[in-house]
């Protein structure tokens, strides 16, 4: 089993930044696959960055691309996502999941991830 608790949201202004961070319980943290997707009120999860197990491959959405930057500390079983120029269209409830299962291929559809945080709720204010 594994744990994932999400922290960093936040109320920031239009073109601001905030750094998301997923701590993750459990001692195969480093061999999954880590993702982020986000939910917005009335809207669909959709997804937002995913890394492999090792941070080598990395896929983001094309909405995102640019700003947004996954990256993970296997030492500290934390992945984070570091969000720069953010938009109001970015507020969301953002989740972070893992996956156990090919952890070399960030995968983006939430169905193959088997763990999922609580979430965190950002704001981006215009």
């Known amino acids: 089993q594994v744990q994932l608790v999400e922290s960093g949201g936040g109320l920031v202004q239009a073109g601001g930044s905030l750094r998301l961070s997923c701590a993750a319980s459990?001692?195969?943290?480093?061999?999954?696959?880590m993702g982020w997707f986000r939910q917005a009120p009335g809207k669909e999860r959709e997804f937002v960055a995913a890394?492999?197990?090792?941070?080598?491959?990395?896929n983001y959405a094309d909405s995102v691309k640019g700003r947004f930057t996954i990256s993970r500390d296997n030492a500290k079983n934390t992945v984070y996502l570091q969000m720069n120029s953010l938009k109001p269209e970015d507020t969301a409830d953002y989740y972070c999941?893992?996956?156990?299962?090919?952890?070399?291929?960030?995968?983006?559809?939430?169905?193959?991830?088997?763990?999922w945080g609580q979430g965190t709720q950002v704001t981006v204010s215009s």
């Open positions: 999941a893992a996956r156990s299962r090919g952890g070399y291929r960030p995968e983006t559809t939430g169905d193959f991830y088997e763990y």
């Open positions: 890394t492999s197990w090792d941070g080598g491959t990395t």
């Open positions: 459990g001692r195969t943290f480093s061999g999954y696959a």
